[in-house]
């Protein structure tokens, strides 16, 4: 109930509010996992077959999708489409799908249990400790406000908007995190995530990267209402 | 550099505005996202963190009870049915568990009560000022004086205030939410609707209500049984406007013209909710009789979209009772 008012909420936004952001294409798509699971021959090369991913150091990490919503799965493969968020990997993949197509590998993906992530274990106490308390609690000083205060308890992702974090490839949470640094991702509505992102020092990102990877969400945690 | 080293082995640091600015360098990044600076004269107080507590030279048993009150703090709802009956935890107001400039610290309380508060016309004491919060931002039924809870929670804000001084003659600088300038245009519903449909609906949901998963809030809902009572300072238009320009959306303060935090405010504002405890049953009489508070609220007020007058019920929310018993009163005859 909660999740569809929330998606209702963010179409009416991306539609009203941000310019030139059209509403959810896949919206009232219905999803079907087991058609979604036949369309991911392409994808399990990188992604793998039970949709852990990657950690690719040094490289272009594989995100785990195991999890994820399907709502936020769903955006991001459009965005690929659509050129709003841009990486030429994935563009080709993603470009693939028809919108019946993204929705239906959207459930398959949401559906799968929460995979352990990789990376991060080249750290010091010192530095998870950090990593922590930025997850956890934020450092105000710097206004970066705590992880989980977006993405949900445990940082294992809240509604369709906020994608779980933890449990996520070291590897890539950096990499996204300097993406937005960069401005070369600015996909997230309302730039909330690159305010947070634009505040972080490079160790900040080491630190919170390595904490993330190194939590484990049980598959409960990762459920919407 | 060396004043700060001191600041962070003392835990605390308070400097008069215009003496060494080091004082406040921690606070720079704030500036920077278009806080004001301390002025001339205001007394600056960085609180303590929980890491200062794991090193400072305190019993640990004394440290025990503060992290309980910073627990309490910031997971209120672990009192939910006992003490709290809504949607909130303490720090959903107030961030950084209560240490944020511009977000309500708590420390300014710790240094300045007891003192006289115009909302109950009597000097209040630390619980007692505790005791308000639990009954009207948490629609609660507070914790007993000198219970645990109580104990846990007033030390916590001690401890926070540690090194500041007691009774300062000074302004003092980031207290409450601070104030917006009061708007060109009158506060307005439809303009207001529109600010909460572009920045807040996609955390606070469209009708409100927030997010909770696995039982746990993410998003606090804004009205409803779930949110504050008509009888808390964030049902005031100029409180609430201050604490959201200065505070939401979340991550990006100052983000809001003045005209839009007021706007919003007024809409959010503009919903129902529970009962005032206050409540004489009449509505017209209860604003009238808190006139210095209502005085900024909607209650008791005719929303013009709908004619609905705000307030006019006997909804009391998710509690069986409209006013704790424990509020007192004391005049010192």
Not at chain 1, 31 to 37: C, I, K, L, M, S
Not at chain 2, 85 to 107: K, T
Not at chain 2, 266 to 273: D, I, K, L, V
Request: hydrophobic share 35%; net charge negative.
């Amino acid at each position: 109930m909660k999740k569809k008012q929330l998606a209702g909420g963010l179409a009416l936004l991306l539609g009203l509010g941000l310019a030139g952001t059209p509403a959810l294409a896949v919206d009232g798509l219905e999803g079907d996992p087991q058609r979604g699971e036949g369309l991911t021959q392409t994808c399990v090369s990188c992604h793998q077959a039970d949709g852990s991913g990657q950690n690719v150091p040094g490289g272009e990490s594989w995100p785990r999708l195991a999890g994820l919503s399907a709502g936020y799965i769903a955006r991001q493969l459009k965005d690929y489409q659509e050129g709003r968020r841009q990486n030429s990997t994935m563009a080709a993949f993603a470009n693939m799908l028809d919108d019946q197509a993204v929705a239906d590998v959207a459930a398959y993906y949401a559906q799968l249990p929460v995979t352990q992530a990789e990376g991060g274990d080249d750290v010091d106490d010192a530095t998870l400790a950090r990593g922590e308390e930025l997850a956890r609690r934020g450092d105000w000083n710097q206004y970066i406000v705590s992880c989980q205060s977006c993405h949900g308890p445990g940082n294992a992702g809240a509604g369709d908007v906020f994608p779980g974090i933890a449990s996520q490839h070291a590897g890539y949470i950096a990499g996204q995190l300097r993406q937005w640094q960069e401005g070369e991702r600015d996909n997230d509505p309302q730039g909330l995530m690159a305010a947070i992102a634009k505040r972080m020092s490079d160790e900040d990102i080491r630190a919170v990267s390595a904490w993330l990877a190194r939590q484990r969400v049980t598959s409960a945690q990762g459920d919407t209402e | 550099m060396k004043i700060r080293k001191l600041t962070l082995t003392t835990g605390a640091a308070v400097l008069l505005a215009g003496a060494a600015s080091a004082a406040w360098d921690e606070y720079k990044p704030l500036f920077a996202l278009g806080y004001a600076e301390p002025e001339e004269g205001q007394l600056v107080h960085i609180p303590p963190t929980l890491q200062d507590l794991e090193d400072a030279a305190m019993s640990p048993e004394l440290k025990d009870v503060v992290r309980r009150g910073h627990d309490l703090f910031v997971d209120t709802q672990q009192l939910r049915g006992q003490h709290v009956f809504n949607d909130m935890n303490c720090a959903s107001c107030h961030m950084d568990a209560g240490r944020q400039p511009f977000s309500a610290a708590l420390w300014p309380a710790a240094i300045t009560l007891p003192d006289y508060r115009g909302k109950n016309w009597q000097v209040n004491s630390l619980e007692e000022r505790v005791v308000g919060c639990f009954t009207y931002s948490m629609n609660g039924n507070p914790p007993e004086y000198g219970s645990d809870t109580m104990l846990a929670i007033t030390t916590y804000m001690q401890w926070l205030a540690k090194g500041a001084p007691v009774y300062p003659d000074q302004e003092i600088y980031g207290r409450g939410y601070g104030s917006v300038a009061e708007p060109e245009q009158e506060p307005n519903y439809e303009r207001g609707k529109e600010v909460y449909a572009q920045s807040c609906a996609i955390c606070h949901a469209e009708d409100g209500q927030g997010l909770k998963q696995d039982g746990q809030v993410v998003f606090p809902p804004l009205w409803g049984d779930g949110s504050y009572n008509w009888g808390a300072g964030m049902s005031r238009i100029n409180t609430s406007a201050a604490f959201i320009k200065h505070n939401m959306p979340l991550g990006q303060p100052n983000s809001l013209s003045d005209q839009e935090a007021w706007d919003v405010a007024f809409y959010m504002n503009s919903h129902e909710r529970p009962q005032d405890p206050r409540y004489t049953g009449d509505v017209h009489e209860t604003r009238e009789k808190h006139a210095n508070f209502h005085g900024r609220t909607l209650y008791g007020t005719v929303r013009e979209v709908d004619g609905h007058l705000l307030g006019d019920h006997d909804n009391t929310g998710e509690k069986d009772f409209l006013r704790p018993e424990i509020l007192r009163s004391r005049t010192f005859d």
